[in-house]
């Protein structure tokens, strides 16, 4: 099941070099003894078109609503383990069995709420949150390289739904 994946709106997103990114990604394959085969390129092309985090299975199925060089669902995960082992992209798991995609050039450092009733996925930066993260790793002798930080919880929609009786409706309506 494909779950409904919220739109990204960081105002802040700093604007992305999608040329000198392409070239990197042509460099890192090259160090894995690969080459950029037009699968490949469709890939990287639509992971970097969208600001929606994706599943794997929608890249998927917008490899195949998409004209282009076929591009098989096994091509998909090992382009995205490419992407990501590079630093391309990141992944989280949204704690409903399904592993999202964002790509993370481009956009500053944020973290992330996630509704475990319909799958919504909300973008925050908190300067108190980050702060207390460095006070923390200072306090222990750590010097901190990157963070990842995901609540978990359910949503206002979710919990009204819930509260009015209609949560499968809700859910439904998400799903749509």
Known sequence: MLLPLA?????????????????????????QGLKMTAQRERIFERAFE??????????YDWMREEGGPNVSRA???????????????????????????????GHPHHDH????????????????????????????GFELTSHTLRLMGVCGDCRAATAGGGASETKASARS
Do not use: M
């Open 113 to 140: 709420l996630i509704c475990v009733e319909c799958g919504r996925i909300v973008e925050f930066r908190e300067e108190r949150i980050e702060a207390l993260q460095e006070d923390v790793a200072e306090r222990n």
């Open 75 to 105: 091509t998909v995960y090992r382009t995205l383990n490419l992407l990501e082992d590079g630093g391309f992209i990141g992944s989280f798991d949204t704690g409903r069995g399904e592993v999202v995609y964002e790509h993370l050039l």
């Open 7 to 31: 739109r990204r709106r960081s105002p802040s997103q700093t604007p992305v070099n999608h040329d000198a990114i392409r070239r990197r990604f042509e460099s890192f394959l090259k160090t």
């Open 50 to 59: 969208t600001h929606d985090h994706f599943s794997a299975e929608t890249l």
